[in-house]
T-cell receptor, first 116, second 112 residues
Framework: DTGVSQDPRHKITKRGQNVTFRCDPI?????LYWYRQTLGQGPEFLTY????????KSRLLSDRFSAERPKGSFSTLEIQRTEQGDSAMYLC??????????????FGSGTRLTVV | DAKTTQPPSMDCAEGRAANLPCNHS???????VYWYRQIHSQGPQYIIH???NNETNEMASLIITEDRKSSTLILPHATLRDTAVYYC?????????????FGKGTRLSVIA
């Protein structure tokens, strides 16, 4: 297993366009998390899934943000009508639940979004 | 909001021990102390966690005070590759229902 993969690594988009990011977690990890990170700040939690169920989405920044994990494997994060303030690094992480797991997260390298 | 306090930055000479402090005075009895680090342009990486006993692994040691209100992450022989932002986080470990909440962390610069 090569860890958590995120695609693309970089995305430049014009204001008002929609963007979608993909995250492939570690295969045996049933939980998947999305975070956003702006310059000089720590990662900010957005949402998470257990298998295909989205268990927390109140932290999504606005109704322009949505996430899916349709088959409990990969996930997508979509931002509609992008704004310059959406420019940030978007991080995905996965973890495993169950006996003996300490729920440590494995993060991907992120997708850096620039809105121009 | 993050429930920990860390200095914003620290320097350490290469080859010396780096001691990164963290205050968590409101920690609950069932909350663990986690440490992650983030090297530039990468996602955070898990380092170590502990409840009340000191812990050691191949990356670092974690020293937790007896009252559990503070802890120290120790990198015994810091190298240039240890330059990163280090995050101290408290959370309930084995339920998994509370996501990791990151503060601003400590930016450690290892100097040759």
């Amino acid at each position: 297993d090569t860890g958590v993969s995120q695609d693309p690594r970089h995305k430049i988009t014009k204001r008002g366009q929609n963007v979608t990011f993909r995250c492939d977690p570690i295969s045996e990890h049933n939980r998947l998390y999305w975070y956003r990170q702006t310059l000089g700040q720590g990662p900010e939690f957005l949402t998470y899934f257990q298998n295909e169920a989205q268990l927390e989405k109140s932290r999504l920044l606005s109704d322009r943000f949505s996430a899916e994990r349709p088959k409990g494997s990969f996930s997508t994060l979509e931002i509609q009508r992008t704004e310059q303030g959406d420019s940030a690094m978007y991080l995905c992480a996965s973890s495993k639940t169950g006996t003996g797991s300490h729920y440590g997260y494995t993060f991907g390298s992120g997708t850096r979004l620039t809105v121009v | 909001d993050a429930k920990t306090t860390q200095p914003p930055s620290m320097d350490c000479a290469e080859g010396r021990a780096a001691n990164l402090p963290c205050n968590h005075s409101t920690i609950s009895g069932n909350e663990y102390v986690y440490w992650y680090r983030q090297i530039h342009s990468q996602g955070p990486q898990y380092i170590i966690h502990g409840l009340k006993n000191n812990e050691t692994n191949e990356m670092a040691s974690l020293i937790i005070t007896e009252d559990r209100k503070s802890s120290t992450l120790i990198l015994p022989h810091a190298t240039l590759r240890d330059t990163a932002v280090y995050y101290c986080i408290v959370r309930v470990a084995y339920s998994g229902n509370t996501p990791l909440v990151f503060g601003k962390g400590t930016r450690l610069s290892v100097i040759a």
